[in-house]
């Protein structure tokens, strides 16, 4: 092991919170008239929230207001943030416990590189805020994954260099995001979809035994 940080992505991740996302922006499009699916909702995996809102308002015909974009993304949000309120421990994926234990134990950092803004309240719900030494603040980041600037934050907030931290991601743009940071990425999911990052599993329970301690 010669790393001395692990940084994760959440969604997908640590827990599953990509349907809640999928039902707070399909609401909102079809209250817009925009039709928006499931193969839709793949295209925000790992995207922030106005460029995800700007996908899906580039399916509508009509233009919106940087006023009106603002009000969208709020409501999008406070829908979002009903449909985890009753997020839990019992939301954790496989895996990711067991994980976090590893690292702690070998005096890892542990870093969360969320794009979600409601990161600090999932966490919170899961039971987990103690376990991160610094968590990204989404909104202060200047540009979102596929750029690596939220990786660098939050190995700059430990004072390390990209080739001494590894990322775990299950987006294409976060793999991307990692490896442009100089980091090492372990990508949870399809293996062509990730194929970019130095290991890939496709569950969350392997993450320790076939990711961590082999990368």
Not at 53 to 72: G, M, N, P
Request: aromatic content about 6%; glycine content about 10%.
């Amino acid at each position: 092991m010669d790393f001395k940080a692990c940084i994760f992505d959440l969604d997908g991740v640590i827990t599953d919170t990509a349907h809640y996302h999928f039902l707070a922006w399909q609401r909102l499009a079809h209250s817009l008239d925009i039709e928006f699916g499931l193969t839709d909702n793949d295209r925000l995996k790992g995207v922030g929230r106005m460029e995800s809102l700007e996908f899906i308002l580039a399916k509508s015909a009509r233009a919106f207001s940087d006023s009106e974009k603002e009000q969208l993304a709020h409501q999008k949000n406070e829908d979002y943030k009903d449909l985890i309120r009753e997020i839990s421990p019992a939301d954790m994926l496989p895996g990711i416990i067991p994980a976090f234990d590893w690292l702690k134990g070998r005096g890892v950092k542990v870093g969360l590189a969320s794009a979600s803004r409601n990161a600090p309240v999932v966490i919170k719900g899961l039971g987990i805020a103690d376990v991160f030494d610094y968590v990204a603040d989404a909104g202060t980041i200047p540009n979102g994954k596929p750029a690596p600037d939220i990786f660098l934050d939050v190995a700059n907030a430990f004072g390390l260099d990209g080739h001494e931290c590894i990322g775990v991601e299950d987006a294409a743009a976060g793999v991307t995001a990692i490896k442009a940071a100089g980091m090492r990425a372990i990508g949870i999911g399809d293996r062509d979809v990730l194929a970019h990052a130095d290991i890939v599993l496709a569950k969350t329970d392997r993450l320790l035994s076939e990711g961590l301690e082999r990368i």
